[in-house]
């Protein structure tokens, strides 16, 4: 059931881990207010461009690669370089793997529209809540 005063704002500005390729990324959901309004600033200067569908490839991946380094990739565990060396997380790395690889830019930008990656802990919470009668099954089916 739905609860008005519930809110997943906390996961998604905070983030949540996700494994991609066997290395974790902590994720913001592209939904967070941070990520909204650095956006929306970083298109400003593009919007006739934007407006007209004519801005070039290159600059949208630029704004999106550091849209995402800023505000979505907080964080990264076992990432490392062609060496086999950890490589630790800071946005400029992150702009730079964002704006060479797009299928880790796909796999970000899925992973932080999918709201439901962000509200794991209410599911939890509602497979908590459901009481078991003594034959095993949930009480609304014992009777």
């Known amino acids: 059931m739905f609860n008005v005063d519930e809110t997943t704002v906390d996961k998604e500005e905070s983030g949540v881990w996700a494994t991609w390729r066997g290395s974790q990324f902590l994720i913001a959901s592209s939904g967070a207010m941070k990520f909204q309004r650095l956006f929306q600033r970083l298109q400003r200067p593009h919007r006739k461009a934007i407006d007209k569908n004519d801005l070039d490839p290159s600059v949208q991946v630029r704004l999106m690669a550091t849209a995402m380094s800023q505000a979505l990739i907080l964080d990264w565990k076992d990432v490392v ?53 003594s034959d095993g099954k949930p009480s609304s089916e014992a009777a």
């Open 81 to 133: 370089d062609s060496k086999g060396e950890q490589v630790p997380f800071s946005q400029d790395t992150a702009f730079k793997v964002l704006s060479k690889n797009s299928e880790f830019r796909d796999f970000i930008s899925e992973f932080a529209t999918e709201i439901s990656n962000f509200v794991t802990e209410e599911k939890e919470e509602l497979g908590k809540s459901v009481e078991k009668s």
